[in-house]
RNA sequence: GGGUGCUUAGCUCAGUGGUAGAGCGCCUCGUUUACACCGAGGAUGUCGGGGGUUCGAAACCCUCAGCGCCCACCA
């Protein structure tokens, strides 16, 4: 075989770049779907939205095509389904602002054109989204999210929409909802994040004299939308008012005083304003007392029809406003200022959000959740980590209503038809509405499509081979924050839609991605990562490998820049490592000898590699990616780099044995499989070099080997390791420099007699010159012993610390091991074998402190 | 208010019953057949406090303290 050879320094962008189209020409990453494989497929969470690779984003990528890449070397069919990217309110905003610039409104483009210009903002920016995950290594196809919102789709919307419909599970209602006025649209409850904000509280009075009740209240202007005001039953103070009316002050209107169970007494002075068109629980009072709903503000949240002056002041205006005139005649009784409470903001553009009187469209929760949560509860689908499983529950346990009609332009139109008479007709795929029907102007909330996803890309409603062959999916991976808003709804819909069998089995989740101190990133902090950025200084493996080295499932890592460079330093050691590995002749041609016939650092480093093999594959397969990477770069870095090639070192100057060039060969080639999916590039190209395959992509993944274990050997090793410790530890603490050669006896167990010379190589230790060797120091570990001439005395005071050093930790070894043995109880209870380790460590302790004491007596006498 | 997690080396975090670990940082030394994005060596911890279970606890239980996240209609 010709064997190329690497060149001293890589450029990591070159690499990235041929390989990448290297793959994508050669088809690596088209699933086939005919294929006879095991089926493994991932269900994958959505691209960012503004078209730009976040440190989220990429990390979610990470761990997806570390799975995917995977399960394809272990033999799977592996087909992704690439979330969806349509999120309503992100999107349109988008490109709203977009007109805004050009001094436009999507009112002066109209819907259709509107529409369109979200169509056309979309195919550039996941073409430049796209463009990006490849840099990255992203093994996922992602032209597949033109799905989004295709004809596809709008049949699985279509047709699960009518069966929930037909199952009283869709209905139309006129409830508080959450208002953004800047949006212009419903939103539901999770799109609400609730914030501290300081407020006031104002204490008004109603009504006037004997007949006066205060009212406490953070939202002033909505008293003009006042029908009650709401007492407790029992509250004596307002047993008498109740069934009396009382005089709205500003609007003039008689009002009731009502009695109702929700309102506390100890909260302010006990009494409530009700205000049922503008605050959830009001309009459950109202409801429970018939009041009259008053609507008082308009989707832009500008006071309308209260007939006061107010009309036609904005919310915030018209609450100073009326403080203003309330003051004037002495009704504030007290203010509480600053009053902190909680206020609810639009997720999206962060204006505050007006609980507002609407008629929606709601997904009626209840039966679903409970399916929902069962196939949890009862194993059908597992959490990973089980930790956040209770989060799902409290979730799914608790869930109101699914409000999922939005006031947008850019989303699936809902399917709903209304006749001259009030008449309602929900269309199915390729029906129609009966003549002189208008269809609802709203769309649905993204999510509802979104959670179709892991069936309606498989074609669902049609029974196609894909669908049977891929559902229920293989694994959702994605992050914990996304858990409520996406795999809930999906898990909702499916099992719905699936006649009870769950989207997918498995739902890995990971964490967030946090600055190097853990706290959250943020562009305004100016904490944020950029992953390009850094891709450009350190390559698209460094950034992968960091994220995989510190994704521990459900938990967030703290990212620093100082993490990536050590990645990319690995990655450069493993450059090294190869190039000079097969410099000095490694091979993958030929069998591999039989184990028993391999020399002891042979037969070692394949136990190593076995061990690594099979432990990194259990890791990865119970998506422990941060340990998984962790024993790998110990391999790598530790067994392979600093042990293994060092010794060899010595028979690279001859010329390493054909056994040997083969073993060498063959751990690289593992390991570099091994690595393949969390560094594809460096790994594809060193590999490739290295065995003139044709692609790690198809390579198979490694198979550990139980016949390359070998517990005596790692022991051997253990000690070769130790005793060269020992003497570069005393050469360091005499100051003897690396390069000073020092004359040396060595005594080795007969195995290891033949590595004497690379023991000699690695510690600079010289035959001695025959009839004037005289020993001035004696190393010794287990079975291994080495004498040193110094020539020179030795540094007393020096040694002396160092001896003494090693004697205290000693005794202290002995001593707890004495104490243990010395426990009846421990003697009694603890296992034969945990006895038997102690008692190993007390004879060694033994040995050492009379070896380092007769060595201190030595020294003192010298 | 409900749920949930965390507290281990200077920093960020692994470890979940048997002698306290990693990476980075720090100190000393070093151009030796790859690699200074390197090598060799070293220092640093009453594992948040207090109880308990156990022969044995960083790990299991209780409790206190601090920090975080998620959810929730408190005017």
Not at 311 to 329: N, P, S, T, W, Y
Not at 396 to 416: A, F, T
Not at 548 to 564: F, K, M, T
Not at 766 to 780: A, Q, R, Y
């Amino acid at each position: 075989m010709s064997q190329r050879e690497l060149p001293p320094v890589f450029s990591s962008a070159e690499i990235e770049a041929s390989l990448y189209e290297k793959w994508v020409d050669a088809g690596y990453f088209t699933p086939e779907a005919n294929s006879d494989k095991v089926p493994f497929s991932i269900v994958l969470p959505p691209p960012n939205v503004t078209g730009v690779l976040h440190i989220g984003t990429a990390l979610d990528h990470t761990i997806q095509d570390i799975l995917i890449r995977m399960k394809r070397m272990k033999g799977f069919n592996v087909l992704w389904l690439p979330g969806t990217d349509h999120a309503g309110i992100a999107t349109q905003n988008v490109v709203e602002k977009q007109l805004a610039k050009e001094g436009l409104s999507r009112h002066d483009l109209g819907r259709e054109e509107f529409v369109k210009r979200v169509w056309r903002w979309k195919e550039e920016s996941s073409g430049a989204i796209l463009k990006q995950m490849r840099r990255f290594g992203d093994s996922v196809d992602w032209t597949r999210e033109r799905f989004t919102m295709d004809e596809g789709l709008s049949n699985a919307v279509l047709t699960i929409f009518k069966r929930l419909y037909d199952a009283g599970l869709i209905y139309r209602a006129e409830r508080i909802i959450n208002w953004c006025p800047r949006c212009m649209t419903a939103i539901s409850d999770i799109e609400v994040d609730h914030s501290e904000d300081e407020g006031e509280l104002l204490y008004i009075r109603y009504g006037d004299g004997k007949d006066s009740i205060v009212v406490a209240t953070t939202r002033v202007e909505t008293m003009l939308g006042d029908t009650a005001v709401a007492v407790h039953p029992d509250d004596a103070r307002y047993a008498d008012m109740i069934g009396k009316t009382i005089t709205l002050p500003l609007a003039n209107r008689q009002i009731p005083i009502i009695a109702d169970e929700h309102v506390d007494p100890e909260f302010g002075t006990g009494a409530v304003k009700v205000t049922p068109a503008h605050d959830p629980n009001d309009f459950e009072i109202g409801q429970r007392h018939s009041l009259q709903n008053i609507v008082m503000l308009n989707p832009e949240a500008v006071v309308t029809g209260t007939g006061t002056e107010f009309d036609g002041l904005d919310r915030f205006e018209a609450r100073m406003a009326i403080v203003e005139v309330l003051r004037a005649q002495g009704r504030i009784v007290a203010e509480k200022r600053p009053y902190i409470h909680s206020v609810g903001h639009c997720q999206r553009c962060d204006t505050t959000v007006e609980p507002l009187l609407s008629k929606q469209w709601f997904v009626k929760v209840a039966p679903l959740a409970k399916a929902a949560a069962d196939a949890v509860r009862n194993g059908k689908v597992k959490i990973e980590p089980e930790s956040l499983a209770p989060r799902y529950f409290e979730w799914v346990d608790n869930m109101h209503d699914w409000c999922i009609s939005r006031q947008l332009w850019w989303g699936h139109r809902i399917p709903v038809w209304y006749g001259p008479n009030g008449e309602i007709f929900v269309t199915g795929p390729n029906e129609v509405a009966p003549a002189g029907y208008f269809q609802d102007p709203d769309v649905l909330d993204t999510w509802f499509s979104s959670a179709l996803w892991p069936f309606s890309t498989l074609g669902w409603p049609v029974q196609t081979d894909d669908l049977k062959k891929f559902y229920p999916t293989s694994v959702l991976v994605t992050g914990y924050d996304i858990l409520f808003f996406w795999v809930v709804r999906m898990m909702l819909f499916g099992l719905f839609a699936m006649d009870g069998v769950p989207p997918f089995r498995v739902i890995a989740l990971h964490g967030l991605v946090r600055d190097k101190f853990g706290k959250k990133m943020s562009r305004s902090k100016g904490n944020a990562i950029d992953p390009l950025e850094l891709m450009d200084i350190y390559g698209a493996d460094a950034i992968r490998f960091t994220l995989a080295r510190g994704a521990n499932p459900g938990s967030d890592q703290a990212l620093a820049e100082e993490w990536i460079a050590g990645s990319r330093n690995f990655g450069t050691k493993l450059w090294n490592a190869t190039r000079f590995a097969m410099l000095n002749g490694a091979t993958v041609s030929g069998a591999l000898p039989d184990f028993e016939s391999l020399n002891a650092i042979d037969r070692w480093i394949l136990s190593r590699l076995n061990r690594t093999i099979s432990e990194v594959g259990a890791l990865l397969d119970s998506y422990e990616f941060a340990r998984a990477c962790e024993i790998i770069y110990h391999f790598a870095w530790d067994d392979l780099c600093d042990w293994y090639l060092e010794l060899s070192k010595d028979a690279f100057a001859s010329a390493m044995a054909e056994d040997s060039k083969r073993v060498l060969g063959h751990v690289l080639d593992q390991l570099l499989r091994l690595m393949h999916p969390v560094m594809p590039f460096i790994t594809e190209a060193l590999w490739t070099t290295l065995t003139g395959g044709e692609s790690l992509v198809i390579a198979e993944w490694p198979k550990a080997n139980p016949s390359h274990h070998d517990k005596d050997g790692e022991k051997l090793i253990l000690q070769v390791q130790e005793i060269i410790s020992e003497v570069r530890r005393f050469r360091n603490d005499q100051g003897i420099k690396t390069s000073q050669r020092i004359p040396g006896q060595f005594y080795a167990p007969a195995e290891f007699a033949r590595y004497e010379s690379a023991m000699r190589f690695v510690l600079r230790i010289d035959h001695p010159e025959e009839g004037i060797f005289v020993p001035s120091k004696t190393l010794m570990v287990g079975e291994f012993k080495i004498e040193l001439d110094l020539r020179q005395s030795v540094d007393i005071v020096a040694e002396h610390s160092r001896l003494s050093k090693d004697l205290a930790s000693a005794m202290r070894d002995r001593e707890t091991a004495i104490v243990k043995l010395s426990n009846d109880g421990f003697m009694a209870k603890a296992p034969e074998s945990v006895v038997v380790e102690i008692r190993e460590r007390l004879t060694k302790t033994d040995m050492d402190i009379a070896r380092i004491n007769a060595q201190l007596e030595q020294l003192t006498s010298a």
